[in-house]
């Protein structure tokens, strides 16, 4: 009722959510704290952007085949928003807003050279050579109120030498075309709505548009089409992993549940061990939704360690209760196991108490997802099972036999002198030392993510076609208001000049470049009036125009641009990518660096500039984990070492040491075979570690509780390492890295485990 009584409380308190966002489980880089939710907000815009080339011989064909996608999915309201086909007024729209902001679009080279000696004779020369230049395409119409062409410099600054079309892009028949040497490309973009999460689910928009390019080339025989974007890869990987997943897991819990069926025989204590198993989850699940209103999905994963440990306090109870020689019933069973039970317990809630100090909120929400499955788990076996009656005691067949073999297969060893006793655990830990050597604490994104071979072809025919030119790498800039940023991104501009000239980059995007701050805005146009004011009127009567009132009314009319105003069609485009705005008090701008040539010197250029922040995304993220997980190591071995304190009391110094040899050894065994293996000891790896923390503690003290029931106790903990096994240890066969390092991790520490936790026995 309690559990029923809190999911309830969960369900009125916060709406359902599962988290599937790949982004979010990655934690923010120790050097971006101050800009995390801006460079988060960036991240999401531009892990929402799909891009596919539709090419042929042909560009008729490839027109029509380009059409028929577009048709298949411009409508699809998953998609916040689709480009295509490029308006035919779109050049008109941006020479309508040029020339209505021609004061303050003119740039640096332009006004600087105004402020010069030669002044308006410059502005005279420049705007003649329109009107009178055989190739002139500058619009002629509003002379009087524009006398120096002001209006078609500016267009002209946005069409010719923008850094939009730094590309290979081009506009035919209202498209934006693309060529390599045998065909011509359609460029077909969208957005992916962000409610669209990027793990793959049943009818997700990646799965409408995949078939929509397989059905495209079966209607249109030898079409390409290269698909490009993070959705594609999130969708792709995440689709694979669900599948193997789903196999690997659905096997292995079968063959759990098949063994458990072999050795109890009877449906009380398997449904019970299920019923504690659910509970467990359900708790958790409530807890977690009514404190962090949402659940991430790997956090369910990791979340499913609570079914290893908790099915362990199950099966403890009824092997005993089931096999034990004394028949007894629940509630001496309970008062046999109880101390063990408690100790285990206590020990594995301190190490995901761990968990939640390392500075990352999704191992807090996994930590408290697991402390409260296992609680639920802890006070299911204690408080509910203890009713049970006592039941007709059966043999456990060869199970028993085989785990009373485990209980004394290491009478061996207490049988030797006391030199051996002292040489033998050495010399293992010297058979370990050459892996902790070779141990690589890292965890690298390159190598958590491998791109299929037809997606890989894709991403590299896409950036050959339309080369946009974007690296990952980018600038954010943050102020206290909008004019705040825009200030110091021209600052930093100024610096981003002066390293295109070195050739650092080829170009690059900023918001100032579409959005001048209101204090440039105000000087460029100061100089501007200074200069062309009194010279107006004698420029236009050279040119047969009676007086300069038209245009000294359009003096009075100047506005500042600001980043609230609507913008060209195009312009908005890149702005989405560009303007961040305010976020939580503060407001940010993205500056884009394209066509890197020397990526060692972008972190450098955003030294001294006040606000200005680099990131690259990967290596700083890989990096992030990279120190999470050492961390993490650091935190097991203080959790040991507490452990190690608690056990000293209740017990005494040597048992403490024997206890808790066993979940050390085996993180040592990880660790070790990880090294000897050339496999990243990462991020997942020591998770796995932590897992298995609490599995050896729980076999130590089993055994050490076990008493005259040495029989029972040991085929509890084989029958419990079987099905932890079979749950996590089978996940080592998956493809995706994450859960192959993280089910390899839990397979050798829960192992070691069970083979070494007989060694906490109490001798006489």
């Not at 390409?224 to 792709?236: D, I, L, N, R, T």
């Not at 604490?441 to 072809?457: A, E």
Request: hydrophobic letters at 45%; proline letters at 4%.
């Amino acid at each position: 009722m309690v559990h029923i009584a809190m999911l309830m409380l969960a369900l009125c308190a916060r709406p359902w959510n599962i988290d599937t966002s790949l982004y979010s489980i990655l934690p923010t880089a120790s050097s971006l704290k101050d800009v995390s939710e801006a460079e988060k907000r960036m991240g999401e815009l531009t892990m929402n952007q799909l891009n596919i080339l539709v090419g042929h011989e042909d560009f008729q064909t490839a027109r029509e085949a380009a059409d028929w996608l577009n048709a298949a999915l411009k409508d699809d309201p998953r998609l916040e928003s689709v480009r295509y086909i490029v308006s035919d007024g779109a050049l008109e729209e941006t020479a309508d807003y040029t020339y209505r902001h021609r004061f303050s679009l003119l740039g640096d080279t332009y006004v600087h050279t105004l402020a010069d000696t030669t002044g308006a004779q410059f502005a005279r020369d420049e705007a003649l050579q329109r009107i009178y230049g055989a190739f002139s395409l500058g619009d002629l119409s509003h002379l009087e109120e524009d006398p120096y062409l002001l209006g078609a410099l500016a267009f002209d600054r946005f069409t010719a030498h923008s850094p939009l079309l730094s590309n290979k892009l081009s506009l035919k028949d209202s498209r934006l075309t693309a060529s390599d040497s045998t065909k011509t490309y359609i460029l077909w973009s969208a957005r992916v709505h962000p409610s669209e999460k990027g793990i793959a689910s049943e009818g997700h928009i990646l799965e409408r548009v995949n078939d929509a390019i397989d059905t495209l080339n079966a209607r249109y025989p030898g079409i390409s089409v290269a698909k490009s974007g993070v959705p594609f890869h999130s969708f792709e990987s995440s689709k694979n992993a669900q599948t193997e997943i789903t196999w690997i897991s659905a096997v292995s819990i079968t063959l759990a549940l098949l063994l458990l069926i072999a050795v109890f025989r009877t449906p009380v204590p398997i449904a019970s061990t299920l019923f504690s198993v659910f509970m467990a989850i359900v708790s958790a699940l409530a807890l977690t939704w009514s404190i962090f209103g949402e659940i991430h999905m790997f956090t369910l994963v990791f979340g499913t360690s609570i079914i290893g440990i908790s099915i362990d306090y199950a099966i403890h109870f009824f092997t005993e209760w089931k096999f034990s020689s004394e028949n007894p019933d629940g509630n001496k069973v309970r008062k046999r196991i109880l101390k063990g039970i408690l100790l285990g317990f206590m020990t594995t809630e301190l190490g995901y108490i761990a968990l939640s100090v390392a500075p990352f909120p999704l191992l807090r929400q996994m930590a408290l997802f697991s402390a409260t499955g296992l609680a639920s788990a802890l006070c299911t076996t204690i408080f509910l099972f203890q009713a049970y009656p006592k039941t007709m005691r059966v043999r456990a067949g060869r199970a028993q036999h085989l785990a009373k073999s485990l209980s004394h297969m290491y009478d061996w060893y207490y049988s030797l002198r006391r030199p051996l006793k002292i040489a033998l655990p050495i010399t293992l830990c010297a058979l370990a030392v050459p892996g902790l050597l070779r141990l690589n604490v890292q965890t690298d994104l390159h190598n958590l993510y491998t791109v299929s071979d037809s997606l890989k072809k894709s991403e590299t025919l896409a950036s050959k076609v339309i080369d946009f030119g974007t690296s990952g790498s980018y600038y954010i800039v943050k102020g206290t208001s909008a004019e705040d940023v825009l200030q110091k991104e021209e600052a930093f501009i100024r610096k981003m000049e002066q390293a295109k000239k070195d050739s650092i980059f080829q170009n690059y995007l900023a918001t100032s470049y579409f959005i001048p701050s209101q204090k440039k805005q105000q000087e460029d146009f100061a100089i501007l009036k200074q200069v062309l004011q009194g010279d107006a009127a004698d420029f236009l009567k050279s040119q047969k125009f009676d007086n300069d009132s038209l245009f000294q009314k359009s003096l009075e009319s100047f506005r500042p641009i600001t980043p609230e105003d609507t913008f060209p069609s195009d312009w908005q485009n890149a702005l989405q990518t560009l303007w961040l705005g305010e976020i939580s008090g503060a407001y940010y701008s993205a500056v884009l660096p394209l066509h890197v040539n020397d990526f060692s010197a972008m972190p450098g250029l955003a030294d001294g500039c006040d606000g200005v922040y680099f990131v690259n995304k990967v290596p700083e993220i890989s990096r992030s984990l990279t120190e999470i997980s050492r961390i993490l190591i650091v935190l097991v071995a203080i959790t040991n070492l507490l452990m190690f304190a608690i056990f000293i009391p209740v017990y005494d110094l040597k048992t403490a040491f024997r206890i808790i040899r066993i979940p050390v050894c085996a993180g040592i065994a990880v660790a070790s075979v990880f090294g000897l293996a050339g496999i990243d000891f990462n991020f997942f790896a020591i998770a796995g570690v932590i897992l298995t923390l609490g599995v050896g503690i729980d076999y130590s003290l089993f055994f050490r509780e076990s008493g005259y029931h040495v029989d029972t106790t040991a085929l509890a903990i084989a029958l419990s390492a079987a099905t932890t096994i079979l749950s996590f240890g089978t996940l080592s066969f998956s493809q995706f890295q994450p859960v192959y390092v993280f089910g390899l991790s839990i397979f050798i520490g829960t192992l070691t485990c069970f083979l070494l936790s007989p060694l906490t026995q109490k001798r006489n």
